[in-house]
Nanobody, 129 residues
Framework: QVQLVESGGGSVQAGGSLRLSCAAS????????MAWFRQAPGKEREGVAC???????SYSDSVHGRFTISQDKVERTLSLQMNNLKPEDTAMYYC???????????????????????WGQGTQVTVSS
């Protein structure tokens, strides 16, 4: 059974940094692509970054250049380094994992929430101005 546990959220002032982690278990890491999503109150869930099985990445325009997604396959940990945080980054952040089909390239990943079956419980990030 896939388990995803996020940590690292907190409160920070604008311009500061946070590093989120997602401990993954219950699946073969190389068979999955993963992503970070966020959801602010009253807003739709937004895919901010994803990473393919081979380490290829994709970012939303809102975080490109400020956030970096990475994975440690040995430690089975997905990370999101967030720099130059803005008040609009305030949200609950979730990691998600989806098994790659045999026909899907190793570089493929998705930032669409409908793609993902397995989710963590979330970690809150609050950025004050």
């Amino acid at each position: 059974q896939v388990q995803l546990v996020e940590s690292g959220g907190g409160s920070v002032q604008a311009g500061g940094s946070l590093r989120l982690s997602c401990a993954a278990s219950g699946f073969t890491y190389g068979d999955y692509y993963m992503a970070w999503f966020r959801q602010a109150p009253g807003k739709e869930r937004e895919g901010v970054a994803c990473i393919g099985a081979d380490g290829s990445t994709s970012y939303s325009d809102s975080v490109h250049g400020r956030f970096t997604i990475s994975q440690d396959k040995v430690e089975r940990t997905l990370s999101l380094q967030m720099n130059n945080l803005k008040p609009e980054d305030t949200a609950m952040y979730y990691c998600a994992a989806q098994r790659r089909s045999p026909y899907t390239s190793v570089w493929y990943c998705s930032r669409s929430s409908s793609t993902f079956k397995d989710w963590g419980q979330g970690t809150q990030v609050t950025v004050s101005s």
